[in-house]
């Protein structure tokens, strides 16, 4: 199989309890799939802090994307929620809007889209203020470390 | 050390999959902020935690971790997530003690840093 595209919805229940339930399927689809296990690894934390994102951050969700090919893991994360007025400083570690109730979890250190990025061989994204961001993560197989 | 090791070293008890008692666990990671967790490098087979938030068992899932110690008493409140839990495979243990006493008795009977590779020859 050259290509395959799976493609999932994150619901921003306004509940977190459900946070994680579809990074973890992300994973099962991609051992099943035959991904080796760093790259499977490196993609479903990827996922995991988008989901947590989407969910916190989002009135209604968004969309992730998974298109494995031989070579490399592309992940598309797509929402339509407010956007990020300086995507700079959110990039930088330790930035956070996050509420202290989500602190209480263990969440929201501000770790979240640098991780992503430290995971990531390439890293795109792209916000607008009103209208969404969007994420472009790009992870290249090492076939040497098969599962 | 296996997880009966484990359980009787820090007087916790099984949750779940009591019947993977015999499993060897030799790393372990200590953390309640579960973005330290995803941040980790190399894989822990064993996490301890404070946190028993319903999220603690899908970042174990994501990170390969095969059992979760809870410390203080603490577990998760939901019947559902030990269910989750257990169809995923992931070994649920609690014990009353704190995370400093926990880390430095499992030490001592020769569990090692998840992230301190060097450590593993000592
Ligand atoms: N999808 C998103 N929509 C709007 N804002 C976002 C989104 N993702 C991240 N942010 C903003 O970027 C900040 C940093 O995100 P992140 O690095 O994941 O850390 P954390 O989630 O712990 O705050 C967040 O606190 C939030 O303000
Ligand atoms: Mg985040």
Redesign the pocket.
């Known amino acids: 199989m050259d290509r395959q595209v799976f493609a999932y919805s994150v619901v921003s229940t306004g509940s977190f309890d459900d946070v994680g339930v579809v990074s973890t399927e992300i994973k099962r689809d991609l051992e099943e799939a035959g991904v080796e296990k760093d790259t499977v690894r490196r993609v479903a934390v990827i996922c995991f ?1 988008a989901e ?3 969910a ?3 009135e209604r969700g ?1 969309n992730i994307q998974v298109v494995v090919e031989p070579d490399r893991v592309d992940i598309y ?1 797509e ?1 339509d ?4 007025e300086d995507v700079e400083k ?2 930088q570690p330790g ?4 509420p202290l109730w ?1 602190h209480e979890l263990g ?10 990025k430290e995971n990531s061989d390439i890293f795109e994204i792209v ?1 607008e203020l009103g209208k ?2 969007k994420i472009h993560s790009v992870v290249f197989r090492r076939k040497e470390d098969a599962a | 050390m296996t997880l009966k090791e484990v359980a009787q070293t820090v007087e916790a008890e099984f949750l779940n999959l009591e019947d993977r008692a015999d499993e060897e666990v030799n790393t372990a990671c200590a953390a309640d902020l579960l ?1 330290d967790v995803l941040a980790m490098r190399g894989d822990a087979a064993l996490l301890i935690t404070g946190e028993a938030a319903p999220q603690v068992v899908r970042v174990a899932d994501v990170m390969n971790i095969r059992a979760i110690l809870y410390v203080r008493g603490k577990r998760p409140q939901k019947k559902d997530i030990i269910r989750w839990a257990t169809q995923r495979g992931i070994v649920l243990l609690s014990t009353p003690l704190p995370t400093f006493e926990v880390c430095g008795r499992l030490y001592k009977a020769g569990m090692r840093c998840s992230e301190c590779p060097e450590d593993e020859a000592a």
Request: proline residues 6%.
């Open positions: 802090e947590m994102n989407l916190l951050y989002t968004g994360v929402d929620g407010p956007g990020i959110a990039m930035y956070s809007t996050a989500v969440f929201g250190a501000g770790m979240g889209l640098p991780n992503m916000s969404g961001t | 973005s």
